[in-house]
């Protein structure tokens, strides 16, 4: 069988902003817990509490490349949580290679899912590279998915 994972452009392309936008943060947080000595850790499994989350959240955005909002000195200026998010969010690129594992990344999932239930032998399963990322339009079913083929 195999298995081609495909994405919707548009809706994926925000949703991984939003991914890479959360890891930003809470690479800030993995910075500080690794520099005290704390083993290190995915940056996935960061958490960030609520009171926490200005104090990365500024020092994500410090880290940025962008063009930041500046005084009549040219020093870059402090500015509101929500201000600073959206210059973030504004600012983050998901490519078409991020879409094309997003899309991979979905295949491989269904794939361990069929081999960990016992459904399907590993042998007879074959992840295939897709060759558009979003699929044929079917109205029936969302562009985010994963298509089957029996050979």
């Given at each position: 069988m195999?298995?081609?994972g495909?994405?919707?452009?548009?809706?994926?392309?925000g949703e991984?902003?939003?991914?890479?936008?959360?890891?930003?943060v809470k690479a800030q947080?993995?910075?500080?817990?690794?520099?005290?000595?704390?083993?290190?850790?995915?940056?996935?499994?960061v958490v960030v509490t609520p009171?926490?989350?200005p104090k990365y959240l500024k020092k994500a955005y410090k880290a940025e490349k962008?063009?930041?909002?500046?005084?009549?000195l040219g020093i870059a200026k402090d500015i509101p949580v929500p201000e600073m998010e959206?210059?973030?969010?504004?600012?983050i690129e998901v490519t078409k290679d991020d879409l094309r594992l997003l899309a991979l990344e979905r295949a491989?999932?269904?794939?361990?899912?069929?081999?960990?239930?016992?459904?399907?032998?590993?042998?007879?399963?074959?992840?295939?590279?897709?060759?558009?990322?979003?699929?044929e339009k079917n109205e029936k079913v969302k562009d985010s998915r994963v298509n089957f083929r029996i050979k």
């Open positions: 195999e298995i081609e495909h994405v919707d452009p548009e809706k994926d392309r991984l902003r939003k991914i890479l936008f959360q890891r930003k947080k993995l910075k500080d817990t690794v520099g005290r000595g704390k083993a290190e850790i995915s940056v996935d499994k009171e926490e989350y962008f063009s930041k909002p500046r005084n009549f959206k210059l973030m969010h504004d600012n491989e999932n269904v794939s361990d899912y069929l081999q960990k239930e016992g459904k399907v032998e590993a042998s007879r399963l074959f992840l295939v590279e897709p060759a558009t990322l979003a699929p």
